[in-house]
C-alpha cells in the first residue's frame, strides 16, 4: 500500500495540512515520500513556499504524460508536484475524453525519476485533493491504494462523511477494486472544549475501525507555518501540533505494515 488519497468534499477541515505535515514527518524519518497537489488551489503547494507558472504544475503533466521535470524539492526526501489554477478548466476539458477517470493513474504509473518508476523511487506517494467530489476526486479515488479522511472536531463534521463513504464506494466498484478507507484523522481538537471531546466520541464510536488514536490539536502555529513556506514541524518543532504530526507518522507506519509487509526507506535509491 503506497498512494494515499487525503478526501474530504467540506473545506476548512485541515485535510491539505494533514497531507503536508504528515508527509514531512515521514521524510524525517527517511522515508522518501511524493505530495501530489491534485487541488486547483494549489494550497499544498504554496505552503511549502513554491510558486509555479502555468507550465510548470501538473496540469502541463498530465498534458506531456510524465511529471518528472515538474517535481520540486522543499526538504530532503519530500517532492511535490505542484498544482495550478489551470486545473480548474480540467473537467470541461475532459468531457469527451476516453478513460477520463484514469488521468492521474496513468500519469503515476507512466512516470518515472532519476531513471525509477515513481512507485519504486518513493516510499509513499500522498495526494491532496479539492474539497468537493468531483472528476478530479474520482481521478484521485482511481489512482490510490488508501483513503485518508481529515475531520474537523466541530458540530458539523460529520455532516456529509455518509455521502463521502458512499461515493467511496461507488469508486471502488466501478474503477478501483482494490480501494482501502484506510484512515480517519481528527483534526483541530481542543483539549478544553467540550464539544471536542464529543465529537471525537461520536466519531470512535460510529468509525471506531478506521480512527487514527493521535489528534491533532486546534493551534496557531499550524496556521502561521504556511504563510512561511514550511511545514509547521519545521517551523516550531517543539509546537502541540508538530509533535503530534510525528506520532501520527509512527501511528500510520504500524498500521500500513498490518495492511502490507515490512516498509523499509528506499534509502538504497539514490
Given at each position: 500500500m503506497k498512494i494515499f488519497a487525503f478526501i474530504n468534499q467540506k473545506g476548512g477541515v485541515g485535510k491539505t495540512t494533514v497531507a503536508v505535515n504528515l508527509a514531512r514527518a515521514l521524510t524525517l524519518k527517511n522515508y522518501k515520500v511524493l505530495l501530489i497537489d491534485f487541488d486547483p488551489q494549489a494550497n499544498a503547494g504554496s505552503g511549502l513556499g513554491i510558486r509555479v507558472s502555468k507550465n510548470e504544475s501538473i496540469y502541463q503533466a498530465l498534458i506531456e504524460g510524465n511529471c518528472e521535470r515538474f517535481l520540486k524539492n522543499p526538504y530532503t526526501n519530500l517532492y511535490v508536484l505542484p498544482s495550478s489554477i489551470d486545473l480548474v478548466g480540467l473537467e470541461v476539458e475532459l468531457v469527451d475524453f476516453p478513460e477520463r477517470e484514469y488521468l492521474l493513474k496513468n500519469l503515476i504509473e507512466k512516470s518515472f525519476f532519476?531513471?525509477?518508476?515513481?512507485?519504486?523511487?518513493?516510499?509513499?506517494?500522498?495526494?491532496?485533493?479539492?474539497?468537493?467530489?468531483?472528476?478530479?476526486?474520482?481521478?484521485?479515488?482511481?489512482?490510490?491504494?488508501?483513503?485518508?479522511?481529515?475531520?474537523?472536531?466541530?458540530?458539523?463534521?460529520?455532516?456529509?462523511?455518509?455521502?463521502?463513504?458512499?461515493?467511496?464506494?461507488?469508486?471502488?466498484?466501478?474503477?478501483?477494486?482494490?480501494?482501502?478507507?484506510?484512515?480517519?484523522?481528527?483534526?483541530?481538537?481542543?483539549?478544553?472544549?467540550?464539544?471536542?471531546?464529543?465529537?471525537?466520541?461520536?466519531?470512535?464510536?460510529?468509525?471506531?475501525?478506521?480512527?487514527?488514536?493521535?489528534?491533532?490539536?486546534?493551534?496557531?502555529?499550524?496556521?502561521?507555518?504556511?504563510?512561511?513556506?514550511?511545514?509547521?514541524?519545521?517551523?516550531?518543532?517543539?509546537?502541540?501540533?508538530?509533535?503530534?504530526?510525528?506520532?501520527?507518522?509512527?501511528?500510520?507506519?504500524?498500521?500500513?505494515?498490518?495492511?502490507?509487509?515490512?516498509?523499509?526507506?528506499?534509502?538504497?535509491?539514490?
Open positions: 532519476n531513471g525509477y518508476p515513481l512507485q519504486e523511487f518513493f516510499d509513499f506517494i500522498f495526494i491532496d485533493s479539492p474539497p468537493s467530489l468531483s472528476l478530479i476526486t474520482v481521478n484521485i479515488l482511481t489512482a490510490s491504494h488508501g483513503i485518508i479522511i481529515p475531520l474537523q472536531c466541530e458540530y458539523y463534521a460529520l455532516e456529509g462523511l455518509s455521502l463521502l463513504v458512499k461515493t467511496i464506494r461507488g469508486i471502488k466498484k466501478s474503477f478501483n477494486p482494490d480501494l482501502v478507507l484506510f484512515g480517519l484523522v481528527l483534526t483541530m481538537y481542543d483539549s478544553r472544549n467540550r464539544l471536542s471531546h464529543e465529537v471525537a466520541e461520536e466519531v470512535r464510536n460510529h468509525f471506531k475501525w478506521i480512527v487514527f488514536n493521535t489528534l491533532i490539536p486546534r493551534s496557531v502555529r499550524v496556521s502561521e507555518a504556511p504563510s512561511f513556506g514550511m511545514s509547521v514541524i519545521d517551523y516550531e518543532k517543539t509546537n502541540k501540533a508538530s509533535l503530534a504530526f510525528l506520532e501520527l507518522a509512527e501511528e500510520f507506519l504500524n498500521r500500513v505494515k498490518n495492511y502490507t509487509t515490512i516498509i523499509k526507506p528506499a534509502s538504497s535509491i539514490n
